[in-house]
């Protein structure tokens, strides 16, 4: 397989895996979105809201690469390369600091939605300006993980949000406490 049909491939999975993100937030009210399941965790509009910033700061970095500028990515993270797959066990695992949702209070579900479909568009965007052998072929590293190529990116993106569409849908079903616990609507970094 081609790196370019690699990708195509990678983007049609994110694109799957974002309709069903979408097809199980259709139809919920905020407060549905924003309650706390019962033994604790992220709200729906948690998720999502940890979804947009980790898409939001990969279509930022990407950016800044693409005009040549400087990026926050640890230097060392440029010369190895980790196996993505223990990231997608099903353990908990807590989210970075960077891409933790904000507090629960500040999360309005219906901007988080339209800041979802807009990073994705920036992120195609990016993808079409640079084409797609050029980007299936983009060295850009992942924080902790160590250097990903434009497929691996996608590769990461669909199975990052497909572990957090199971979330999402396990949040929707379990019962809900009337008040989320926490110091003033924070989000728990564990919950991840």
Known sequence: MSRVDALREA????????????TAIAGKSDAELLACPVGGGWSAAEVLDHIRTAEGSLVKALGKLERGEPTRVPARAWFYRLPMSPVFWPIRLPAPKLVRPRPRAEIRPADVSESLAASRHELFALVDRMGEERFSRLVFPHFLLGRFTGVSWFRFIAKHEGKHLK????????????????????ASPSAR
């Open 167 to 186: 979330q999402l849908r396990r949040v929707l079903s379990a019962p809900k406490v009337l008040r989320c616990a926490g110091a003033k609507g924070a």
């Open 11 to 22: 983007r049609g999975e994110m694109e799957r895996v974002r309709l069903g993100i979408l």
